[in-house]
């Protein structure tokens, strides 16, 4: 009987060796559903964009997305959930770029660039300078003579505080030292749009994305886009202008920091095949979200040389906590 | 402002829209989304913590694989039932389901505890529907005249109606101003935790890393009104909530009293209604508030409110479906939302690469009148399917009080857990239970309290606004806070506002006189409160 039982135990011992020890090293990632953390409301601008990917996603990999809101403080509470998330790849997010600099540099968010790793840049979505359709206003040098003549006259619209928005007037003012707007912070795009539909405002700084909202009642003056955008194609950016600002919101994916060389690799490629795919980037032109694609380690880079600059913007401005 | 020569607002060819709209509506699968849309809607509205924007969010993903008028046809069915929905556990446990509801628990409640339960819920059932049909009759006609004027609300005039919406404290709470006041400032101090609106600097987050977003309305809501109730029902030694014992007629009889004598109540809170909701910011939880103490302030005899009037249910509950129309003016001809929920609509509609604009009822016509054309049908279907739903519901009042509660209380985790996926929000809803309890033993008001925790953020937001603004003109911040018509109106009323409860007190000695003329007055009370 004791005997009988040794070989099978030991049959058994080794198969369960080998059963732990292989699939370790071979398994197929992703072998159960992957976690999608979006740090904005359910239906949000982000959350539409991420539905869209997980369209072409469910395409490439078998594995499914769940979708996790934690939203909260301008996306503080949903970027720190991933940043703090067990690195094994089946926690990833979105994060928004400059909000996370900007949050890690001002406030005392409990993370910063390193905290994360980068999978891909799917949204590009420059900054315009819009005004009224009725505006007297009919070109951005318009309105920057007249404020050096009228100081404080003329009020600026901007979603804030510290946002893309505040660092483009912070550029903005470094730029022309002399040109005194006034600027009214709302607390988002739909209220910034209210605000110049109102006329409460005589311009705002806004995103391509927030500005297409109300598109029939603005004049989009310039882009802040290093080219012209495709949603605007008659719009001249405003180095075309001779001003040099080049403003923008990122959207990126990534995945807190130590995941696994393998699995980082498989994400990039995937999400590079899901921008790449022509079916893609017309949901994405449908949804008026300004597509562009950046890899892992250029996405890496940016977020760093933004990190830097954004740093000097605001110890300028005296926000650096 | 605004002056400025804007093209002509004109209604392109209406008419042409209206056959293939009405076509569009009776599609069965359109009549099928309408149907399942309200019920799913009134039941995600009645459960605690579940609110009207949750629901709505939930189902944008599904609208992705329908055509985008069938998608639009039920997000709206889905928000009009949450909105009716959460009146139902206002009156039946004294729970709003939704923050609209919460002034529907100042008389609702007393109805139900009186065994009038069934009176309280086709009150509602029935006001909710015609606050609806008011709004969107707005929405179809003024929709371009309307969103011009809503625009004309800018930072200091948003600050005066948020300052008029909190100075209902003082109609809310005549016999104990003080109390109310307390409670309301203890509401607005809470409102101040998490991340400075004007400076973006976390404050009074004692270094815990969960507080930087604030404390959530929500869960501090469901904890003042449903938590605080559970406490208080487990400590009365009664085995049902209350008593149920509905009467045949009942229906017809309080159809019958609303179109008799609450037809000027009615129309007045479903204006209001239609008015607070067209403003970008403010949603139903303030117009129900506000159209409340307008019909208390106007009412030949203000003291029944609040001990269960028949008239209380139906301003509130008008005036929060009002709201409805309302909001979605702003959103599909400007792009604005007017509430949560337009907001979420919005994202919907942009989804499927439809333009906002007043472009969208020539443009998109079709599109857009199926939308407004289906919130009429809506609204009337509510009213049956509201009917067989409420009557559902209205068991409840005959389990044993354990259960019932034991149910409020796993209601109101799963809700407050799932508006943020945050267990903070869990230990909200408990530390406000308790405030919300012992704070009532103490004569504290709970609604006085959930108004400064609702209003607080956005007085704030307004009045950093204002700040900003002030820069621009001489006269700095007097200037830009008095400066246009409307902000004078506002500061006229919020005085008015101030000074009803004195008004009240006038009216009532005046009455006291005229009944016992000789007698004279020399026990007249003090008023220092004026």
């Not at chain 2, 303030?286 to 307008?294: K, M, P, Q, T, V």
């Amino acid at each position: 009987m004791k005997f009988k039982a040794v070989f099978p135990c030991l049959f058994l011992a080794l198969a369960l060796i080998a059963a732990a020890a292989f699939p370790a090293t071979a398994a197929k990632y992703p072998d159960k559903p992957i976690n999608m953390v979006i740090a904005f409301t359910a239906g949000g601008s982000s959350d539409v964009q991420a539905r869209i990917m997980q369209k072409y996603w469910n395409k490439y990999v078998e594995e499914p997305w769940v979708f996790v809101y934690k939203p909260g403080a301008g996306g503080i509470i949903g970027f720190t959930e991933i940043a703090k998330a067990t690195p094994d790849g089946y926690t990833i997010g979105g994060l928004n770029v400059p909000h996370i600099v900007l949050q890690s540099l001002a406030q005392r968010a409990a993370f910063n660039a390193e905290s994360f790793d980068y999978i891909a840049q799917v949204v590009n979505d420059p900054q315009c300078v819009a005004v009224l359709k009725s505006s007297k206003y009919k070109s951005f040098q318009e309105i920057i003579d007249d404020a050096k003549v009228h100081p404080n006259k003329v009020k600026i619209g901007l979603v804030g505080p510290l946002s893309g928005h505040h660092l483009m007037f912070l550029e903005f003012n470094k730029l022309y030292p002399d040109v005194k707007l006034s600027r009214v912070f709302y607390k988002g795009a739909a209220d910034q749009n209210a605000a110049l539909l109102g006329g409460e405002v005589d311009l705002i700084f806004g995103n391509i994305n927030d500005v297409m909202r109300s598109i029939d009642e603005f004049r989009v003056l310039n882009v802040a886009g290093e080219k012209r955008n495709a949603f605007l194609p008659d719009v001249p950016t405003l180095r075309e202008q001779h001003i040099d600002i080049v403003s923008d919101i990122r959207r990126i994916f990534a995945a807190p920091k130590g995941l696994p060389a393998d699995k980082l690799a498989f994400l990039r490629e995937t999400f590079k095949k899901i921008c790449n795919d022509p079916g893609y980037v017309a949901d994405m032109k449908k949804a008026g979200q300004p597509a562009e694609y950046l890899d892992g380690d250029a996405t890496a880079a940016f977020i760093h040389s933004v990190e830097a600059r954004d740093k000097a913007l605001l110890k300028d401005a005296g926000l650096l906590k | 402002m605004g002056a400025t020569a804007h093209p002509a607002l004109k209604e392109p060819h209406m008419t042409e829209f209206i056959i293939p709209s009405l076509l569009n509506l009776i599609d069965p699968l359109n009549i099928a989304l309408m149907v399942i849309g309200l019920a799913g809607g009134i039941i995600i509205g009645a459960l605690p913590g579940l609110s009207a924007t949750m629901g709505v969010a939930l189902m944008v993903p599904a609208t992705f694989a329908m055509d985008p008028s069938s998608g639009l046809v039920m997000l709206g069915a889905i928000y009009v039932g949450a909105i009716y929905g959460g009146s139902n556990s206002a009156v039946l446990i004294c729970t709003p389901g939704t923050p609209s509801a919460v002034a529907t628990t100042f008389d609702g409640w007393p109805l139900t505890q009186r065994g009038e339960a069934d009176t309280a819920l086709y009150t509602s059932l029935l006001s909710s529907a015609f606050g609806g049909i008011v709004g969107v009759f707005f929405l179809l006609f003024l929709a371009g005249a309307l969103a011009r004027f809503a625009l004309q609300f800018g930072g200091p005039e948003n600050f005066w109606l948020c300052l008029f919406g909190l100075s209902t404290i003082a109609v809310m709470s005549p016999g104990n101003m003080g109390k109310g006041i307390v409670s309301g400032a203890i509401g607005l101090l809470i409102s101040t935790i998490g991340i400075d609106p004007n400076a973006g600097v976390p404050r009074f987050t004692f270094g815990s890393y969960s507080l930087i977003q604030g404390i959530s309305v929500i869960p501090c809501m469901i904890g003042l009104f449903s938590f605080s109730q559970v406490l208080f029902l487990i400590g009365t030694d009664k085995t049902f909530v209350a008593d149920y014992n509905p009467r045949p007629g009942t229906f017809k009889r309080t159809a019958a009293y609303l179109a008799g004598r609450c037809k000027k109540i009615l129309l007045r809170s479903s204006l209001i209604g239609t008015w607070v909701g067209m403003l970008p910011g403010a949603g139903g939880e303030i117009a129900s508030i506000i159209a409340y103490n307008e019909s208390k302030r106007w009412a030949k005899n203000p003291s029944v409110y609040g001990t269960g009037c028949i008239e209380g249910v139906a301003s509130s509950e008008s005036a929060n479906n009002a709201v409805i129309g309302g909001s979605l003016i702003p959103m599909l001809t400007l792009g604005i939302p007017g509430s949560a929920v337009a907001a979420v609509i919005l994202g919907a509609l942009m989804a499927h690469g439809i333009q906002p604009g007043f472009k969208i009822f020539s443009a998109t016509g079709e599109l857009a009148y199926t939308f407004i054309f289906s919130q009429f049908a809506v609204n009337l279907l509510m009213i049956p399917i509201g009917f067989v739903l409420c009557r559902c519901m209205a068991k409840l009042l005959t389990l044993r009080l354990t259960f019932v509660a034991i149910g409020i209380v796993v209601l109101s985790y799963i809700g407050a857990y799932a508006i943020s996926n945050s267990l903070l929000d869990i230990w909200v809803v408990v530390v406000f239970g308790f405030v919300g309890f012992f704070g009532g033993k103490l004569g504290m008001d709970t609604g006085s309290m959930a108004l400064g925790v609702i209003l607080g953020p956005m007085i704030e937001e307004n009045l950093g606004k204002c700040l900003d603004l002030a820069h621009s003109v001489p006269g700095g911040l007097p200037s830009i806070m008095l400066d246009s018509g409307i902000s004078k109106v506002l500061v006229a009323a919020l005085a008015l506002s101030l000074a009803t409860p004195y008004l009240l007190h006038l009216k009532k000695l005046r009455a006291q006189e005229r009944s016992a003329r000789c007698r004279c007055a020399d026990e007249r009370p003090e008023n220092e409160n004026a």
